[in-house]
């Protein structure tokens, strides 16, 4: 008695499962057909870049400059 029971419990929430990992499948996708847009970031000048790092001198910030 107690063996058939438990097979009938494990059968019936081996079902449920199947049957709600089933129902949570349902997705809706959505394609969106934009332009793909790209931005060039502006280099900040030399000078610039001097000033907000608080260096006297501009030349670590040149590009090219290795010295």
């Known amino acids: 008695m107690r063996n058939t029971f438990l097979k009938r419990t494990f059968y019936t929430v081996l079902a449920l499962t199947v049957m709600l990992g089933f129902s949570e499948c349902s997705h809706h ?3 969106h057909h934009h332009k793909t847009v790209k931005v060039k970031k ?3 000048p030399p000078g610039h870049a001097k000033k907000i790092h608080g ?4 030349r670590k910030h040149a590009r090219g400059h290795n010295k």
Request: no cysteine; aromatic share 0%.
């Open 29 to 31: 996708h959505h394609h």
């Open 42 to 44: 502006k280099r900040l």
């Open 55 to 58: 260096d006297k001198s501009a």
